[in-house]
């Protein structure tokens, strides 16, 4: 049971010392034009309305005594996938990057290294013989798979837009 708590509560830790350490060390707050607003605002539209529906189709299966997943298995992987939507979304419409390249280069490392950290999470329960469908059910073993895949698709998208960017910037 602990090594269940145990790794989500150091990543937890992670992200806030993450934060903390950023916000220390910012010199100045993000700026955002007017299209970079009205892009996240689109942006936030999309992921709440995702997950309204993805919510509902839960509650709809679970209505039809359809068992595919824990309830809270469900829940937490619709916030994952509309959080994801919503960055995604952001990096794609030039929404989520500020001006500072030094910045932007450090988010698609942060996407990369949780996406391996989660990756070698998953590999280490895998080995322990956890298995990701027991009793015709997800397990929250899954949860790190999603988040791995979503991270890594992350960190290729940014990298593809700062890449194409900074192709734009030299033409």
């Not at 992670?14 to 607003?37: A, G, H, S, T």
């Not at 080995?127 to 290729?156: D, K, P």
């Amino acid at each position: 049971m602990f090594d269940n708590i145990l790794f989500p509560i150091i990543i937890c830790v992670v992200v806030v010392l993450f934060v903390v350490i950023v916000r220390l060390f910012r010199n100045k707050k993000n700026q955002y034009d007017e299209r970079q607003l009205l892009a996240r605002n689109a942006a936030y539209k999309v992921s709440f309305f995702f997950l309204l529906i993805y919510c509902s189709v839960c509650g709809l299966m679970q209505i039809l005594d359809v068992k595919w997943a824990d309830a809270a298995v469900q829940m937490f992987l619709g916030v994952i996938l509309s959080s994801v939507l919503f960055c995604a979304l952001c990096v794609i419409k030039d929404a989520y990057f500020s001006g500072s390249p030094k910045r932007n280069t450090y988010s698609v490392l942060f996407f990369f290294g949780f996406g391996i950290l989660y990756l070698i999470h998953l590999m280490l329960r895998l080995s322990r013989g956890e298995v990701l469908w027991q009793n015709g059910e997800l397990t929250t073993l899954v949860l790190y798979l999603v988040l791995s895949v979503c991270f890594i698709a992350l960190c290729v998208i940014s990298a593809v837009k700062l890449i194409m960017e900074k192709r734009g910037a030299e033409n």
